[in-house]
């Protein structure tokens, strides 16, 4: 019988809320997702610079200190300076938070990016520079980052973030597990070595998928569109069918030695906890 891998990590985004409801929800979710004993929860940042630090890095130290679980911060390189960055990482260093994910962020109309980092390159090897124990990862895109104009050059860019110090890398959400396998393959070819965390998205409502497949670089395979299709008027069955894709996917990934499992939770416990029923057994 084939060994079963038991070196996967488990790991749950969520993001700042924006009204007092959810921040009170995301606290009830964020005692529940604590039981589940993530080896890490990573705290989303605003596009543009409002409110980041307030919001991003107050959320994390809620998540580091109160909860002891393990925080990472995103950071937007596109709307940081290196003042502030420097300011930032000597507060999250008091703090005993060392893991960051840098990014470049999406550049938004009507707001203007600061001009230090011009690609989450840049301010990776910043941190690097200033924190030299600090863990930083970066993003990655199985399916290609939308802007690249091909997968080579992308793969290029990536090799040089991972030069520049990225420990780690976090994928962009994913439904078709063959293109992370692929995707791996390319890294290792270019001598990418960190490890790779997959980052699974599990769909839920029509919604979702919709907003997915209007907004997104990941496509979704036939076997998603047609339950899509055949639970088109019934959301509790897409639900469960969602839950249950998701499922499929992360035992598939982690059977064949994925280095973890990243969950965006969209701040719901429900969905994590369902998860983390169905899969524990396959974490470390
Ligand atoms: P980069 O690595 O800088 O790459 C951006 C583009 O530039 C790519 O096309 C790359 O190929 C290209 N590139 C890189 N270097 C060079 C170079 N030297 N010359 C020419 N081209 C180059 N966004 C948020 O705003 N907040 C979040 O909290 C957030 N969390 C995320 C979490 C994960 C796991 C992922 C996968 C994405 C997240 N994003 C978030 C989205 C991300 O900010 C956007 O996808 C953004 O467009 C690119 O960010 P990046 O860090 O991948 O950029």
Request: glycine residues 4%; negative net charge; hydrophobic residues 40%.
């Amino acid at each position: 019988m084939a060994e079963t891998n038991t070196g996967s990590t488990l790991s749950f985004e969520v993001f700042p809320p924006n009204s007092k409801v959810g921040i009170e929800n995301l606290t009830k979710t964020l005692d529940q997702l604590k039981e589940l004993k993530p080896s890490f929860i990573s705290v989303t940042c605003s596009n543009h610079n409002v409110d980041y630090e307030k919001n991003t890095i107050d959320l994390a130290k809620h998540v580091h200190n109160d909860l002891q679980v393990p925080a990472m911060v995103h950071m937007p390189a596109a709307y940081v300076n290196k003042k502030q960055v420097s300011r930032i990482l000597n507060e999250l260093e008091e703090l005993n938070i060392n893991q960051v994910l840098a990014l470049r962020g999406d550049i938004i109309d009507g707001h203007a990016p600061e001009n230090d980092f011009k690609y989450a390159s840049d301010l990776t090897k910043f941190i690097k520079q200033e924190k030299p124990d600090f863990e930083v990862s970066g993003a990655c895109y199985p399916e290609v980052h939308p802007e690249s104009t091909n997968r080579i050059d992308d793969i290029k860019h990536l090799k040089e973030k991972v030069d520049a110090g990225c420990d780690q890398l976090i994928t962009q959400l994913f439904y078709d597990n063959e293109q992370f396998f692929r995707f791996q393959e390319e890294c290792a070819i270019a001598d990418i070595n960190v490890p790779i965390l997959a980052g699974i998205m599990p769909i839920i409502n029509r919604k979702q998928a919709l907003h997915i497949l209007e907004n997104c670089s990941a496509h979704l395979p036939k076997k998603f569109l047609a339950i899509l299709d055949k639970y088109k008027d019934d959301p509790i069955a897409l639900r469960d069918a969602g839950l249950a894709y998701a499922i499929d996917q992360i035992v598939d990934l982690v059977t064949n030695d994925v280095a973890g499992i990243h969950i965006y939770t969209m701040n719901s416990a429900q969905t994590a906890k369902h998860i983390y029923d169905n899969t524990a057994a396959f974490f470390k």
